[in-house]
């Protein structure tokens, strides 16, 4: 698929870990430090393909491969507990490198930014206003507070839709479709995109292969963001 008619598209929806932020491989430490100390095992790709889903649907799908049945409540909160506990002690992120300059470039071509995270954590606006200063504004954020079905349900990203709308829209009208596009980095993110009916553009910066980003439905994949700054198809 190719972006029928880029003069169409007014918004740029971008995921946050993994493409905003190269905060992935705090994940994956947190992720298998906390399994492991319960009893259950994860690697590295687990970790990339259950990006975006809840901690509880996660867990589940963990104690079904490892003990061939769901966690139980109090279960998951032991485990997700610790997954917290030893995310936090990770170093902060740092801003992912070319970001800035694909977010340069969206600016420079008079598209409006939005921020489609699954993510709740408090700090969220003071960071990225802090690696991206006067980029993201406040009332363009979807974060874990505005849905309850996060991806790979088509939610965020319609609700992404929705808040470009309330502010380009005289009449306060959502998006349509094909006047966004999405840049995400994990499969049930782009599936996410794509069941909005989005053109979803795929940044490979973790261990998947190419092609598990494709068959999630990306329309086109990069393998970096820097390689995005150099080629924006906009
Ligand atoms: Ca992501």
């Given at each position: ?55 509880a ?5 963990l ?7 769901n ?7 032991a ?53 991206y200063p ?35 829209h ?65």
């Amino acid at each position: 698929m190719t972006i029928t008619d880029k003069n169409k598209v007014r918004a740029v929806l971008f995921d946050m870990d993994g493409v905003l932020f190269d905060s992935m491989p705090n994940h994956v430490k947190a992720w298998r430090g906390a399994v492991a100390e319960h009893g259950l095992s994860m690697t590295r790709e687990e970790v990339y393909m259950n990006e975006g889903r809840t901690g509880a649907g996660t867990i589940h799908t963990l104690a079904q491969r490892c003990w061939g049945r769901n966690a139980t409540e109090e279960e998951i909160e032991a485990i997700y507990q610790t997954k917290c506990a030893l995310f936090n002690t990770c170093p902060e992120a740092l801003p992912m490198p070319g970001a800035s300059e694909v977010l340069r470039k969206v600016l420079d071509r008079e598209l409006l930014p939005v921020l489609v995270t699954g993510s709740g954590q408090r700090s969220l606006l003071d960071r990225l206003n802090q690696a991206y200063p006067h980029v993201f504004r406040p009332e363009l954020m979807v974060t874990a507070f505005d849905v309850r079905q996060g991806k790979p349900y088509p939610k965020p990203y319609l609700k992404g839709l929705a808040k470009a709308g309330a502010l380009l829209h005289k009449d306060g009208s959502p998006l349509l479709p094909e006047e966004a596009v999405v840049v995400e980095n994990a499969p049930l993110g782009i599936q996410a995109g794509k069941a909005a009916g989005i053109y979803t553009i795929a940044v490979n910066t973790g261990p998947l292969a190419d092609q598990v980003l494709t068959d999630a439905g990306a329309d086109r994949v990069y393998p970096s963001m820097q390689a995005l700054a150099e080629n924006l198809p906009l």
